[in-house]
C-alpha cells in the first residue's frame, strides 16, 4: 500500500503539487524532492537550527515539521529571500563582517535574523543574542554575526552612520 | 595621485597583506547555494545506514537479517565477517611513538564489539529511511563482556584486557626528565599540587560527517565525494584498505560544514561505505545523523593529571606532572591517539623559562568511543595544568598572580630558546604579549573593582592564560612515523588568456579563509587585483599533493607556496613581456593586472593581451622565447620542527555563588601569530577558537555511566555555546614573523581554544576562591561549583 500523500503548497513562489510520504519532515521535502538544498539538516531533533525555514510567515524548525503539515501553505526558503533581494542588507552585512565561516548554519541564522529585525528593528546586542539563541554556530563564537545583524539593523533603519 | 585601482602602485609588492579582503566564496553560502556533500545526488545513489551496538563490550554470537532482507528498499546487508573481505582492517601506530600499540580496526565488527556505537551491520536501501527502517529488524544476539570504563583501573590486573593479542590495556607511555626535579622541589620556597581533571568532549561540527563514495567499473575508478580535511590523505587510505590502485582514486571535497580535527580521521562507517560502493558497483552515501555522530565521530581531552609546581625567588622552577587519559578501544588510524598525550608532555610549562620538568604520559584503552585528535590537541590540557598550577603557587608563595608569571615568562630576548621539554622556540613574544593584554584589560582596575564587589556578595574572578601554539608542523609530525600524511603543500597558478588567475592548492577549505589568503598572497605576488584570482581547493584531481587543513598550517604552508609560485609566475611573465617588448625583465613590472615599465609606471601591455599573445598568436613571439605560465611550488618547514606561536588570554566573570552559574563579563587575547595576513580573518579564527574553548570550560562533555553508555548523546542533552551567553572578545596582537618563511605567517587556528579553558577556569576559582571554594575540573557545570562551594 503506498502511504504517501499528496500536497500543494508554495515554495518561494512557486506552485508545488506532489506526494509525500506521511514521515517525510519539511527539510528533507525541501532537499530531497524540492532539490532547494539550501536549508541544512544538522540535529534532526529541534535543537541547532541549521534546518529553519519560514512557513506561513513564521520562521520553524524544517526538522520538526511534517512536509504533509505544510499542505497549502506558503514556504520559504534560503534561496527564495535571495534571490527576491529581501535580506540583501542582512547578507552584504554578513559578508563585509565575515560573520560566516563554513556557511552550514548561515542560511538560518540569516532567516531567524531576518525574523528578529521584523519583530524588533532596531535590537540591542543582548537582545540580538538571545534571538539567536536557537541557532547553533560553531566557528565564529556568535560575535561576528551579533555584528553583523547589529549593522544591517542601522543600514536598514538608516540610522547607521 | 591619479591611480585609484585597487592595487595602487604605492603599496606595492604587499598590498593586500594585512588587509581585511573580504572571502570571496562566502557570497553563495550566505545564499544557501553551496557545495556541501550531502547536497550530492548522483543517478543510481544507494544510501547506507549503520546498525551499531548497543553495548560497550560484548561478544557478537549471530547475526539475523532474515527479516530485515525482506524490508521494502533493501540492496544489500553486510556484516564484519564479509565485509572484512572487502575492506582490510588498519592499526592506529606509527614508529616514532616509541611502544604505541593497537589492535586491527576492522570497517564492521568482527566477534566483538567494543564501544557503545561502533558499526555492526550496514544496510544499503533506495532511502536512508529504508535502511533505517531495514536495520531496526535485524537481530543480533550479543553476550554482554565487563566493560572497562573507568582509565584509573584500565591497568589493573583484575581489569578485563580489551585486545588479548596485546597483553595488557597500556597503549604508550613516556617519560620526560630534565634537570633536577627533586633538588628543585627541596629547596623550593613555595609548592602547590593539583589533581586535575579534564572532560571528555567532542566536536560537534554542524555538517555531521558525510561522505559519498562512487566506483565507477568500468573505468576502474573510485570517487569519493566527502567532507573531509585531508582528501590526499583519505585517497591513500582508500586505495589501501580496498585495493584499488591509488592513482584512481579521487576524493573531492568542497564545501565542509565544520571540522576541527573531527574529520581528518579513518572512520569505520565510511570505509564500509567506500566499500560498499565498490561492491555494489554504484554511488552510497552515508550521513552520520546528529545521534550516531555522538557515539562515533571522535571524542577528544578525558585526561586525569597530577601535577605540582616549585616557587623559588618568585619564580616558577620545577613542574612534575603524571597526565593519565583513556583513548577508547583503538588508537585512531593513521594519527594515532598518543599524539594529545604526547603533546600534554611536549607543551606543559611551555611559556615559562625554568629547567626542571618530570613528566609520565600514560594512554590506556577502554570501552568508550574512540578518542583523537581535535582543535588544540593536547594544548587545552597542557596550559589547563600550568595555569592552574601557576594560579596555586602564586596563593602557595603569597603573589598576585600575574607577577609570578611576569618573572616567569620566557623573555623576549632569549630565543632562540630550547625548553626543559627539549622543544625549540625560533622566536617568541610573551613578556610583551603578557604587558599588553594587562593593559588592555586594565587588570589593575579589575582588581580593584573585584575587591569592591565582594564587600556586597559579587564574586567576580579574573583568569589569566599565557600558551604557545604548535603551528607550521614539519614532517615530524607524522610523515617520520610512517603516516602518508604530507608537511608539503603546494599551491599551482596560471594565467589565463582572460588575464585571469587561477590558484590551485592542496590546502582545504573549512570556513577558515583558506582561499582568501591564498587569492591575497598570490594577487600580491603577482601584482594583480584580487577580483582577478580564483582559487581551487578539495579535489585531489585538480589540486597539488598536499596534507590538508590540520595543525594551524593552511596560511603558513600553502601561503608560502603561493608566495613562492606567485614570484616565480611574475618572473615568467616579465621574460615574455620583456621578449615581446625588446626590454630587459628587470627595467619591467607587474601592476594592477598590467605589465608597466619599472620606472614611470606607465603601461606597456595588460595581462590579458599578454596571455591572449601567448596562447592565441605565439607566431608573434620572438625566437627561443617559451612562455611557461604556469607555475608550482611547494614548501615544508624543515629548520624547526613546528612554529610555535605565543598568546595570553584574560577572563572575566561572575559565579552566582548560590545557583553555581557562571556568567562571562569580558574577554582578551594577545595573540603572536607572526605575519597577519588578513587581520579580519585571523580574529574571527580567534574569537571561534576561544568559544570552543569556553564550551570545553564550561558546557561539553560526553558523560559515560559505568557500562560504558553515553548518557547525553542528544543536542539537547550535550550542552554547547550559545549566543547569548558568549562574551564579546577583545582582541589585539604581536607580531614576531618566522625567518623560515619569506612570509613570516605563523598559524592560528587552534589558539583561542588552547588557551581559553585555562583562562575560565582560573577565573571561576579567582572569584570562589575567598568563599573557600576551588575547582578541579571541567566543564566546570553548576553542580560542580556548588559542590566545591559546599552548598550540595
Known amino acids: 500500500m503506498d502511504p504517501s500523500r499528496e500536497i500543494s503548497l508554495t515554495v518561494n513562489g512557486e506552485p508545488v503539487t506532489t506526494r509525500v510520504e506521511p514521515r517525510k519532515s519539511l527539510v528533507d521535502f525541501l532537499r530531497e524532492d524540492v532539490g532547494l538544498t539550501g536549508s541544512h539538516v544538522g540535529c534532526e531533533h529541534g535543537v541547532c537550527g541549521a534546518c529553519t525555514i519560514r512557513l506561513n510567515g513564521a520562521i520553524v524548525r524544517g526538522c520538526l515539521t511534517l512536509a504533509v503539515q505544510a499542505d497549502g501553505a506558503e514556504v520559504w526558503t534560503i534561496e527564495g529571500v535571495s534571490d527576491s533581494g529581501e535580506i540583501a542588507a542582512l547578507q552584504k552585512a554578513f559578508l563585509e563582517r565575515n560573520a560566516l565561516q563554513c556557511g552550514y548554519c548561515t542560511p538560518a541564522m540569516l532567516l531567524t535574523a531576518a525574523a528578529l529585525l521584523k519583530e524588533n528593528p532596531t535590537p540591542t546586542r543582548p537582545e540580538i543574542r538571545e534571538y539567536l539563541s536557537g541557532n547553533y554556530c560553531r566557528c565564529t563564537g556568535y560575535q561576528a554575526i551579533v555584528d553583523a545583524v547589529e549593522s544591517a539593523a542601522s543600514e536598514m533603519t538608516g540610522t547607521g552612520s | ?792
Open chain 2, 1 to 792: 595621485m591619479t591611480d585609484k585601482s585597487p592595487l595602487s602602485i604605492h603599496d606595492l609588492p604587499n598590498s593586500y597583506i594585512g588587509r581585511s579582503v573580504p572571502r570571496p566564496n562566502t557570497r553563495r553560502l550566505a545564499e544557501g547555494r553551496g557545495a556541501f556533500t550531502d547536497d550530492i545526488t548522483l543517478a543510481r545513489m544507494a544510501h547506507v545506514a549503520f546498525l551499531r551496538s548497543p553495548y560497550a563490550h560484548a561478544g557478537i554470537r549471530s547475526i539475523d537479517i532474515s527479516r530485515a532482507e525482506k524490508s521494502p528498499g533493501v540492496i544489500r546487508i553486510v556484516a564484519g565477517e564479509e565485509m572484512a573481505r572487502h575492506c582490510t582492517p588498519w592499526v592506529g601506530v606509527l614508529t616514532h611513538l616509541k611502544g604505541l600499540k593497537s589492535a586491527p580496526q576492522y570497517a564492521l565488527a568482527v566477534g566483538r564489539v567494543r564501544w557503545q556505537g561502533e558499526p555492526v551491520v550496514a544496510v544499503v536501501a533506495q532511502t536512508r529511511a529504508e535502511a533505517e527502517d531495514a536495520a531496526a529488524l535485524i537481530e543480533v544476539a550479543y553476550e554482554p563482556l565487563a566493560p572497562v570504563v573507568d582509565m584509573e583501573t584500565a591497568l589493573d590486573a583484575s581489569t578485563p584486557v580489551l585486545h588479548p593479542e596485546l597483553g595488557d590495556n597500556l597503549a604508550f607511555e613516556r617519560t620526560v626528565d630534565a634537570g633536577d626535579v627533586d633538588a628543585a622541589f627541596a629547596e623550593a620556597d613555595a609548592v602547590a599540587e593539583e589533581v586535575l581533571h579534564f572532560g571528555r568532549h567532542t566536536g560537534v561540527t554542524l555538517e555531521p560527517r558525510t561522505i559519498l563514495a562512487d566506483y565507477n567499473p568500468g573505468a576502474g575508478k573510485l570517487t569519493v565525494h566527502m567532507s573531509t580535511q585531508a582528501p590526499h590523505m583519505m585517497k591513500n587510505i582508500f586505495a589501501t584498505h580496498t585495493g584499488i590502485d591509488e592513482d584512481d582514486v579521487r576524493v573531492v571535497s568542497k564545501d565542509v560544514g565544520g571540522s576541527f580535527g573531527i574529520k581528518i580521521h579513518t572512520y569505520p562507517d565510511d570505509m564500509a561505505t567506500v566499500a560498499l560502493s565498490v561492491m555494489l558497483k554504484r554511488p552510497v552515501k552515508f550521513v552520520a545523523d546528529r545521534l550516531e555522530s555522538f557515539v562515533s565521530d571522535i571524542h577528544a581531552r578525558d585526561h586525569r593529571v597530577k601535577a605540582k609546581i616549585a616557587v623559588r625567588g618568585g619564580r616558577i622552577t620545577a613542574i612534575e606532572m603524571d597526565d593519565l587519559t583513556g583513548i577508547g578501544p583503538y588508537s585512531v588510524y593513521p594519527r594515532t591517539s598518543a599524539v594529545e598525550c604526547n603533546q600534554v608532555l611536549n607543551l606543559v610549562g611551555g611559556p615559562y623559562d625554568f629547567a626542571n620538568y618530570r613528566a609520565v604520559g600514560r594512554v590506556v584503552l577502554q570501552n568508550k568511543n574512540i578518542m583523537c585528535q581535535y582543535r588544540a590537541v593536547g594544548h587545552p590540557v597542557a596550559f589547563g595544568v600550568t595555569e592552574a598550577l601557576v594560579d596555586s603557587a602564586a596563593r602557595a608563595a603569597n603573589m598576585d598572580p600575574a607577577e609570578l608569571r611576569r618573572n616567569s615568562l620566557v623573555p623576549d630576548d632569549a630565543y632562540p630558546y630550547t625548553a626543559a621539554t627539549g622543544i625549540r622556540f625560533e622566536g617568541l613574544s610573551h613578556q610583551k604579549s603578557f604587558e599588553k593584554i594587562l593593559k588592555l584589560m586594565d587588570y589593575q582596575g579589575l582588581r580593584a573593582k573585584q575587591a569592591t564587589l565582594r564587600e556586597s556578595g559579587v564574586y567576580r574572578g579574573i583568569g589569566l592564560a599565557a600558551m604557545i601554539e604548535v603551528t607550521n608542523p614539519s614532517p615530524m609530525f607524522y610523515g617520520v612515523g610512517g603516516a602518508h600524511i604530507s608537511a608539503r603543500d603546494g599551491v599551482t597558478i596560471r594565467l589565463d588568456p582572460t588575464g585571469g588567475v587561477t590558484c590551485a592548492t592542496g590546502v582545504t577549505e573549512q570556513g577558515q579563509g583558506t582561499e582568501a589568503v591564498i587569492a591575497q598572497i598570490a594577487a600580491s605576488a603577482i601584482g594583480v587585483p584580487i577580483e582577478k584570482v580564483r582559487v581551487v581547493t578539495g579535489d585531489t584531481e585538480t589540486t597539488p599533493y598536499g596534507g590538508g587543513t590540520w595543525a594551524s598550517r593552511g596560511a603558513g604552508i600553502a601561503g608560502e607556496a603561493a608566495l613562492q609560485a606567485g614570484r616565480a609566475l611574475r618572473g615568467n611573465i616579465l621574460d615574455v613581456a620583456a621578449a615581446m617588448l625588446q626590454t630587459e625583465a628587470d627595467r619591467l613590472d607587474i601592476r594592477n593586472a598590467a605589465v608597466v615599465d619599472a620606472d614611470s609606471g606607465s603601461e606597456r601591455m595588460t595581462l590579458a593581451d599578454l596571455g591572449k599573445t601567448v596562447y592565441f598568436r605565439g607566431n608573434e613571439l620572438p625566437d627561443g622565447v617559451s612562455p611557461e605560465l604556469v607555475v608550482t611550488r611547494h614548501y615544508s618547514p624543515r629548520q624547526f620542527p613546528f612554529a610555535f606561536t605565543n598568546g595570553v588570554q584574560a577572563c572575566w566573570l561572575e559565579v552566582d555563588a548560590d545557583s553555581g552559574f557562571v556568567r562571562l563579563l569580558d574577554f582578551w587575547v594577545v595573540e603572536d601569530c607572526g605575519t597577519v595576513i588578513n587581520p579580519q580573518l585571523v580574529d574571527e579564527q580567534i574569537r571561534g577558537g576561544v568559544v570552543q574553548g569556553i564550551g570545553a570550560a564550561l558546557y561539553e562533555h560526553c558523560i559515560y555511566d559505568d557500562e560504558g553508555n553515553m548518557r547525553n548523546a542528544t543536542m539537547a542533552d550535550y550542552l554547547v555555546p550559545m549566543a547569548v551567553e558568549m562574551p564579546d572578545i577583545t582582541i589585539e596582537h604581536v607580531e614576531t614573523p618566522t625567518a623560515e618563511s619569506v612570509l613570516g605567517a605563523k598559524g592560528v587556528g587552534e589558539a583561542g581554544t588552547a588557551g581559553a579553558p585555562a583562562a575560565v577556569f582560573n577565573a571561576i576559582n579567582d572569584a570562589i576562591g575567598v568563599l573557600g571554594g576551588k575547582i578541579t575540573a571541567i566543564p566546570a557545570t553548576p553542580e560542580l561549583i556548588l559542590k566545591a562551594l559546599g552548598k550540595v
